[in-house]
Nanobody, 119 residues
Framework: QVQLVESGGGLVQPGGSLGLSCAASGSIFRSYAMGWYRQAPGKQRELVASITNGGSTNYADSVKGRFTISRDNGEKRVYLQMNSLKPEDTAVYYC?????????????WGQGTQVTVSS
């Protein structure tokens, strides 16, 4: 099992910035990806950003240029820096860890943290 503990989130005005952090522990494979997803009311959960062991990143088009994902492999942490926030970024943000092994992938989720962008 893998445990993910998120921190950060909260209320911010449009145009503001916020940072999220997620710490992973437990049975983590040598190869794993970490990322952030979000789910707004009435919508499906969607990928925000992800990052591999090697540092390759992937972003949703809606956040490119505004959000930055990074990770600390030694500490098994992933971060999401969110700038120029918009009301449409309002959602519950979930940390994800994906264990990867030949023929096997395992997904684990954090408990979620609320991000609200409002004036």
């Amino acid at each position: 099992q893998v445990q993910l503990v998120e921190s950060g989130g909260g209320l911010v005005q449009p145009g503001g910035s916020l940072g999220l952090s997620c710490a992973a522990s437990g049975s983590i494979f040598r190869s794993y990806a970490m990322g952030w997803y979000r789910q707004a009311p009435g919508k499906q959960r969607e990928l925000v950003a992800s990052i591999t062991n090697g540092g390759s990143t992937n972003y949703a088009d809606s956040v490119k240029g505004r959000f930055t994902i990074s990770r600390d492999n030694g500490e098994k942490r992933v971060y999401l820096q969110m700038n120029s926030l918009k009301p449409e970024d309002t959602a519950v943000y979930y940390c994800n860890l994906r264990n990867v092994r030949v023929g096997l992938t395992q997904d684990y989720w954090g408990q979620g943290t609320q991000v609200t962008v409002s004036s």
